[in-house]
């Protein structure tokens, strides 16, 4: 077993452990992926402000995030067929999630169900919501969740139509893989992740299968799924699925001021500010090229958070320091759950935490609540660069 130090070398892991397509499901935007490089190449461009002589015991890295506790304000972003990176992923990574502290959102598009969750964890977790045009799905999933206890549901707003990824198209992306010469040849080079396969049910989207009229089969499934995000989605919809929930709402995927503030004046308890990892809008800015803006434009009326581009406990201190009350992590959990399943997914945030927690005592702070601008060095003109 390779020494692991850091979310790269998962990444290297996940790779090599994989399938091609889930990997490069994982690893890709859309278009040309400008954005998706953009948001993590933009952390880079901020640097930190070193401090000496500071009294460092007693630092820590906890939080809260919507009222909730966490060890650190870090949440397990929604990810689509994280059961297809290692067998039954999405429980490997709620029970992760569950030991080390921090929040776990299952995706709609998952390939564990919501009743799998709960049945395998036994903290409450946050459900992810993409909107349909069929109300009766909608209105199912979300009392599902509310049955199964989930303590937020996410609602994600930049997905009514889908940004072509043109790495899915080529490896002809399902779930389960199509069993053609090519996918077989690539899976005889990942016994581990065959085996882990050959031992669970879980093998396609369990939250729509059974849950969703007309849908039996894979073939109904794609087709559905394909017909089904409502391009009509408006702040009305928005509303009501509010109402028809009625407890903590985070809106997924604000990158644009107005669009905070209308959040913000609809009662949301936060924003996430997302491009969706740079998978919708090719030529979006960066979600921390945004963050400060947002941040401003609602003030205290809603807790803004932040996802796209962070594979560092540093890049979680930037966007903290910028104003987001907590961070979502996709990718870099990802890549440590292709790589070693649960313990892969442990091993990412406990790299999180230690680079976290030693870049705020080097900047001099102490607490989360202590970091601000005064621990950034940022290059002049880096968020007024575009207008």
């Given at each position: 077993?390779p020494?692991?130090t850091?979310?790269?070398?998962?990444?290297r892991?996940?790779?090599?452990r994989?399938p091609?397509?889930?990997?490069d499901?994982?690893e890709?935007?859309s278009y040309?992926?400008?954005?998706?490089r953009d948001?993590?190449?933009?952390?880079s461009?901020?640097?930190?402000?070193?401090?000496?002589?500071?009294?460092?015991?007693?630092?820590?890295?906890?939080?809260?995030m919507i009222g909730?506790?966490?060890?650190?304000p870090?949440?397990?972003a929604?990810?689509?067929?994280a059961g297809m990176?290692s067998?039954?992923?999405?429980?490997?990574?709620?029970?992760?999630a569950e030991?080390?502290g921090?929040?776990?959102?299952?995706?709609?598009?998952?390939i564990?169900s919501?009743?799998?969750?709960?049945?395998?964890?036994?903290?409450?977790?946050?459900?992810q919501?993409?909107?349909?045009?069929?109300?009766?799905?909608?209105?199912?999933?979300?009392?599902?969740?509310?049955?199964?206890g989930?303590?937020?549901?996410?609602?994600?707003?930049?997905?009514q139509?889908?940004g072509?990824?043109h790495?899915?198209?080529?490896n002809d992306?399902t779930a389960?893989?199509?069993?053609?010469?090519?996918n077989?040849?690539?899976?005889?080079t990942?016994?581990?992740?065959?085996?882990g396969?050959?031992?669970?049910?879980r093998?396609t989207?369990?939250?729509?299968?059974?849950h969703?009229?007309?849908?039996?089969?894979?073939?109904s499934?794609m087709?559905?799924?394909?017909?089904?995000f409502d391009?009509?989605l408006?702040?009305?919809?928005?509303?009501?699925?509010?109402d028809?929930?009625?407890g903590?709402?985070?809106l997924?995927?604000?990158l644009?001021?107005?669009?905070?503030r209308?959040?913000?004046?609809f009662?949301?308890?936060?924003?996430?500010?997302?491009?969706h990892g740079?998978?919708?809008?090719?030529?979006?800015?960066?979600?921390?090229?945004m963050l400060p803006?947002?941040?401003?434009?609602?003030?205290?009326?809603?807790?803004?958070?932040?996802?796209?581009?962070?594979?560092?406990?540093?890049?979680?201190?930037?966007?903290?320091?910028l104003?987001?009350?907590?961070?979502?992590?996709?990718r870099?959990?990802?890549?440590g759950l292709?790589?070693?399943?649960?313990?892969g997914v442990?091993?990412a945030l406990?790299i999180l935490?230690?680079?976290?927690?030693?870049?705020m005592?080097?900047c001099?702070e102490?607490?989360?609540?202590?970091?601000?601008r005064?621990?950034?060095?940022i290059?002049e003109?880096?968020?007024?660069?575009y207008s």
């Amino acid at each position: 077993m390779p020494v692991i130090t850091c979310i790269e070398d998962l990444k290297r892991l996940h790779r090599r452990r994989a399938p091609k397509m889930f990997f490069d499901y994982c690893e890709s935007g859309s278009y040309t992926e400008q954005t998706f490089r953009d948001n993590s190449a933009d952390f880079s461009e901020i640097r930190l402000r070193q401090k000496v002589a500071v009294d460092m015991l007693g630092r820590s890295t906890e939080s809260t995030m919507i009222g909730e506790k966490v060890s650190m304000p870090v949440a397990l972003a929604p990810v689509g067929m994280a059961g297809m990176q290692s067998a039954d992923g999405e429980i490997k990574a709620a029970r992760a999630a569950e030991a080390f502290g921090v929040p776990f959102t299952l995706s709609t598009m998952s390939i564990c169900s919501i009743e799998d969750i709960a049945a395998h964890t036994t903290r409450p977790f946050w459900f992810q919501l993409y909107v349909m045009k069929d109300e009766d799905f909608v209105a199912g999933a979300i009392e599902r969740a509310r049955k199964a206890g989930c303590s937020a549901l996410v609602l994600t707003l930049d997905l009514q139509i889908i940004g072509q990824r043109h790495k899915d198209l080529k490896n002809d992306l399902t779930a389960p893989p199509r069993l053609t010469v090519r996918n077989l040849l690539n899976l005889a080079t990942k016994p581990r992740w065959v085996a882990g396969m050959a031992m669970t049910r879980r093998h396609t989207f369990r939250n729509i299968v059974g849950h969703a009229k007309g849908v039996g089969d894979l073939s109904s499934l794609m087709s559905w799924t394909n017909e089904q995000f409502d391009p009509k989605l408006d702040w009305a919809k928005i509303g009501k699925i509010r109402d028809m929930w009625g407890g903590k709402l985070i809106l997924k995927g604000i990158l644009d001021e107005e669009d905070a503030r209308h959040a913000a004046d609809f009662g949301a308890d936060a924003i996430l500010v997302s491009n969706h990892g740079g998978r919708q809008l090719d030529g979006a800015l960066s979600s921390i090229r945004m963050l400060p803006s947002i941040v401003k434009a609602v003030g205290d009326r809603t807790e803004v958070f932040l996802d796209s581009g962070i594979r560092s406990g540093q890049d979680v201190m930037k966007a903290l320091a910028l104003g987001a009350k907590g961070t979502f992590i996709g990718r870099s959990y990802i890549y440590g759950l292709g790589a070693m399943g649960q313990a892969g997914v442990t091993k990412a945030l406990e790299i999180l935490q230690k680079e976290l927690d030693i870049t705020m005592a080097l900047c001099g702070e102490k607490t989360v609540a202590g970091l601000g601008r005064h621990d950034l060095l940022i290059p002049e003109g880096f968020f007024s660069r575009y207008s």
